[in-house]
């Protein structure tokens, strides 16, 4: 598609001359005689570049500028002016112009800087996509753990990236990763280099969300000046995530179905039907076929929805993983804290595998991104964690305390743990401290300051 330019001029023989001459090369051309109808369109329709007059009727092509500069720091800006503005151009390039034009023009000179500014816009948003894909595919993106319900779900990733428009529906509790999987099916697809766009339905107030997922054509509603494409078309080629998905309401849920069956749809408002290419990735944290029975979920749109379906197991299902997700979160916050912590004390690392994890791996991101800010020397200890008391379920060995009362404060669920761990080796100090990892003088501390010597 053409690139969209508008020209911000208030000489009308200037501006009508410098549209004829652009539209002939094929660009999409807009154009503007004040400051106020430049804004005004840039806030209502996609711009690509701006051939900004400096000197306006009704103020300055620096507030032009501004305004263009604070929707989207992309957008190009080629300041015209004459002669003895020069000292305002440079202020414009100091606010982020492109380059600066003096009057009169040279519309060969013109249609060579427009070029190689948009030129340049393109290999901004290119490195940009590079930046963003390399970061959805650093080992913080990617699916960690090697249990079975893990490989499991990396089986099926690759499965479905080898499918080029299978719908995928991904269930599982928050915090269990829904997202990083979207982004390895899209990553890992052919449609990896096309756009990869995510919208939350729960996010978006109810109203706005039919707009955001299928644009609107000028005059939809009130606030409609210009036509706006919807998140499906911006995706066309790539893939479109779609989280909470039960969060829908029921009448987007039927133009989703069309979507899904026909690849088409219409704007708000529109009459035509627009074709896209896109794969759709659903998420729920929800009991979808629940919602189903209860009424609240469109049937049809389940079943279309789940043609291939992952369910993430929890965190509490898959504790095996916990000490490779604590290995990359340690390694991960001792490059960004520049830290040289090494891991956990076997203390530490027994408390997170009899935590019950409400809030997945999500929450132990957080809890080790705490203890990481708070470690002083080369190990996580107890003490640095921020875990509610009343989410220890069980203990480790036979005969141990249940640590799940929800009077119990974080040092107590220390003491009755490492109690009740010492009740296995009576009298024998020196055996407790090496399966503990630790000296007999440091077992001895830590008894002393829990009240247990």
């Known amino acids: 598609m053409s690139a969209s330019l508008m020209i911000v001029e208030d000489e009308e023989l200037l501006r009508e001359t410098l549209a004829d001459a652009l539209k002939s090369e094929g660009f999409r051309v807009t154009t503007a005689g004040t400051k106020g109808d430049a804004v005004s369109l840039l806030r209502f329709r996609p711009i690509d570049l701006i051939l900004l007059d400096l000197r306006l009727p009704d103020g300055s092509g620096l507030e032009v500028l501004k305004e263009a500069k604070m929707l989207s720091d992309e957008i190009v800006v080629i ?52 930046r963003q894909r390399e970061k959805d595919r650093s080992y913080l993106g990617e699916i960690i753990g090697e249990t079975p319900g893990i490989r499991k779900i990396k089986s099926l990733i690759e499965k479905a990236s080898q499918t080029p428009r299978t719908s995928i529906l991904i269930q599982g509790e928050s915090g269990t990763g829904k997202e990083l999987v979207a982004n390895a099916i899209h990553f890992q697809s052919a449609r990896a280099n096309s756009p990869f766009i995510k919208i939350n339905s729960s996010a978006i107030p109810e109203s706005l969300v039919e707009a955001e997922l299928f644009g609107y054509e000028k005059g939809a509603f009130t606030d409609a000046k210009a036509s706006k494409k919807g ?3 911006l995706a066309h080629l790539g893939s479109i995530f779609l989280d ?26 529109g009459v035509s039907d627009i074709s896209v290419d896109v794969r759709i990735i659903a998420a729920t944290n929800k009991d979808l076929e629940a919602a189903v029975s209860e009424g609240s979920f469109r049937q049809d749109l389940f079943y279309r929805l789940r043609v291939l379906e992952i369910v993430l197991p929890p965190l509490r299902e898959r504790k095996g993983d916990i000490p490779l997700l604590t290995s990359a ?3 991960h916050y001792n490059q960004e804290f520049k830290k040289t912590v090494r891991g956990l004390s076997p203390l530490a690392g027994r408390m997170l595998q009899e935590y019950f994890w409400p ?9 080790l991104e705490r203890a990481m800010i708070l470690a002083e020397g080369d190990q996580i200890l107890p003490e640095h964690f921020s875990l509610t008391s009343a989410s220890f379920k069980t203990a480790s060995a036979p005969g141990h305390q249940d640590l799940s009362s929800y009077a119990l404060t974080l040092e107590e669920v220390e ?7 010492l009740k296995d080796f009576p009298g024998n100090k020196s055996e407790a401290a090496q399966r503990l990892g630790v000296t007999r003088t ?4 830590k008894m002393r300051a829990l009240g247990l010597d």
């Not at 309401?249 to 026909?262: A, I, N």
């Open 415 to 421: 003491r009755r743990y490492l109690q009740g761990f």
């Open 359 to 367: 809030g997945n791996v999500r929450e132990l991101r957080n809890v």
């Open 329 to 331: 979160f340690v390694l």
């Open 442 to 445: 440091t077992l001895r501390k």
């Open 79 to 130: 300041i015209i002016t004459a002669f003895g503005e020069v000292e305002t151009a440079v202020e414009a390039m100091k606010m982020g112009a492109y380059d600066v034009l003096i009057k009169p023009l040279d519309l060969d000179h013109l249609s060579l800087l427009i070029k190689r500014g948009l030129g340049n816009q393109a290999l901004q948003q290119e490195v940009r996509y590079l």
């Open 231 to 233: 998140l499906l078309e």
């Open 244 to 269: 909470e998905i039960s969060e829908m309401k029921p009448s987007l849920q039927s133009k989703l179905l069309r979507v899904l069956e026909e690849q088409k749809f219409k704007r708000l408002g």
